[in-house]
């Protein structure tokens, strides 16, 4: 059974920094690329960065102007998103997701294969 699980939301001030984690099992993360997405209330579900099966590519949304950091760890099935500058408007659900579609990496969340159940994170002001 393939499970990812989102860790390491909370509640920070503007400005503050977190960093969420993904944990993956039932299959090897290595086959897969890897995205996070966000969704705030109200609004449709949004690309936040991405990342290729090894490692050596990402892409990020326009928003994220270099706030944000997506890496991962095949041999620990775990993959990351570092934030940092964080701003009221990145209050949102953020869900890690797993691809089988090849670089570069689909911004589109009908593509993506498995899906975690969320984080909160919410920043306020």
């Known amino acids: 059974q393939v499970q990812l699980v989102e860790s390491g939301g909370g509640l920070v001030q503007a400005g503050g920094s977190l960093r969420l984690s993904c944990v993956a099992s039932g299959l090897a993360l290595s086959n897969y690329a890897m995205a996070w997405f966000r969704q705030a209330p109200g609004k449709e579900r949004e690309f936040v960065a991405g990342i290729s099966r090894r490692g050596d590519m990402t892409s990020y949304a326009d928003f994220e102007k270099g706030r944000f950091a997506i890496s991962r760890e095949n041999g620990k099935n775990m993959a990351y998103l570092q934030m940092a500058s964080l701003q009221p408007e990145d209050t949102a659900v953020y869900y890690c997701?797993?691809?089988?579609?090849?670089?570069?990496?689909?911004?589109?969340?009908?593509?993506?294969?498995?899906w975690g159940q969320g984080t909160q994170v919410t920043v306020s002001s």
């Open positions: 997701a797993l691809t089988v579609a090849v670089w570069p990496v689909t911004r589109r969340s009908n593509d993506y294969d498995y």
